[in-house]
Every structure is written in structure tokens, then in C-alpha cells.
């Protein structure tokens, strides 16, 4: 997978780049010193029509956002281009990917593969390290964490969504409406640390799902 470091581009280039991203979009803004420390962990991605772009069960440090074209994916893993099976699910420009596993220090819960039938596929990839500990804000810090969990959080949600009204009569459908939520004061530790639960609860939930339809 070709990958261009963000310093070779150029500012215009950027911002073009990152203009439909809220993460980002709302750190240009708001926190251009936050969004230093993540450009210089940043690498912009351009995978070839069918090549895969994360690997079930593999673990690596670098999450994605989906700049442009469509992934296709496979809860099972089991991808081979020349048998052409049909993915279960398409992520579309916009949405992040890759981060679930790394906020539950996990290995990857899907292979993703660049759509040979959509357009040109570009992602936007960051390294994590920046993030340390949940409660470590010495780099990257509480105002930031708290976009990405929730995000992570608000997709694996959307996500398990799908499988449920794809499966409304399956056994793990009802199991959604258990998942912690938060009534707390928002914008504090405890919302990212109800957050850091809720997004392990999903993935096991996630986990169970892709062993059903696999």
C-alpha cells in the first residue's frame, strides 16, 4: 500500500484532504497544536483496487479515516480475489476505521479490502503511541480523546446496528440495548472512561457476531 508521509504535502493539499473529516476539521480550528502532534504521526494511504488494507487478527499501531473510494468488509476474514465473495458490509468516505482494536488493545476484528469496484481509495492514517494511557493527556489531550472515543464508540454502535436489522431474529440482536450508556457530566474522565466500557462491551459484542455470520 503506497504510503506518503504528511510532511511531503502541501497546506492547501491538506486541508482539501481533511476538510470532510470532523475529527480533524474541528482540531484545525480549535486545537492546531493537538492537530501538530497527530500530523507528525500521519501518513496518507493509497491501496490498490482489492488489495487489503487491515487483516483480521493481525495488530499494528495506525488507525484510518476513509478519505475517499469504499472498503469492502469481511467479519470472517476470509477474503480471496479470485473467489469475488460479496462483503457483508461497505464503509464509505467519512468513517474511521482500525480504531476499535487499539482502544481495546486488541487484535483487528475484520480484514478490510479496497472496493475494486468504487473509485480511487485514499486513507488517512494515524499512529496511536501519541495517545498512551486513557488517562495519560501529557500529548494528546482529554478535549481530543474524548471526539475519538465517542466516535469509536458512536460507529461500533452503527455498526452492530446493521448486523441487527440485517438479522432481526438472530439470538445477539436484543444484546445492543444492554450496553452501558452515560449519564454523567460530559467533557470529563468519567465520560471517557464510561466510553473506555462501552467500547470494549461493543467489541465483545462486535467479536460475537462476526463467530455467528462467519
Not at 468488509?73 to 473467489?83: A, F, I, L
Not at 436489522?165 to 445477539?172: R, T
Not at 472512561?193 to 463467530?211: A, F
Amino acid at each position: 500500500m503506497k504510503a506518503t508521509p504528511v510532511s511531503t504535502l502541501s497546506a492547501d493539499t491538506l486541508d482539501n484532504l481533511l476538510s470532510g473529516i470532523p475529527f480533524y476539521k474541528d482540531l484545525m480550528f480549535n486545537d492546531p497544536d493537538q492537530m501538530k502532534v497527530l500530523l507528525k504521526h500521519s501518513q496518507l494511504f493509497e491501496p490498490e483496487p482489492g488489495e487489503v488494507v487491515i487483516k483480521k487478527d493481525a495488530r499494528d499501531k495506525t488507525f484510518y479515516f476513509l478519505l475517499s473510494g469504499q472498503l469492502a468488509v469481511y467479519p470472517d476474514g476470509k477474503y480471496e480475489p479470485r473467489k469475488k465473495k460479496e462483503a457483508l458490509i461497505y464503509l464509505s468516505a467519512g468513517q474511521i476505521l482500525g480504531a476499535l482494536a487499539l482502544l481495546c488493545d486488541a487484535p483487528r476484528t475484520a480484514t478490510l479490502v479496497a472496493d475494486p469496484k468504487s473509485g480511487r481509495v485514499q486513507l488517512f492514517g494515524a499512529d496511536f503511541t501519541p495517545f498512551g494511557a486513557l488517562t495519560d493527556f501529557s500529548q494528546i489531550s482529554l478535549p481530543t480523546k474524548l471526539v475519538l472515543w465517542r466516535m469509536v464508540m458512536n460507529n461500533t454502535r452503527w455498526k452492530l446496528g446493521v448486523y441487527k436489522m440485517q438479522n432481526p431474529d438472530h439470538p445477539l440482536a436484543p444484546a445492543l440495548q444492554n450496553i452501558e450508556t452515560f449519564s454523567g457530566e460530559k467533557g470529563t474522565t468519567d465520560e471517557l472512561q464510561s466510553l473506555e466500557r462501552q467500547i470494549h462491551q461493543l467489541t465483545e459484542l462486535m467479536q460475537k457476531w462476526n463467530e455467528a455470520l462467519g
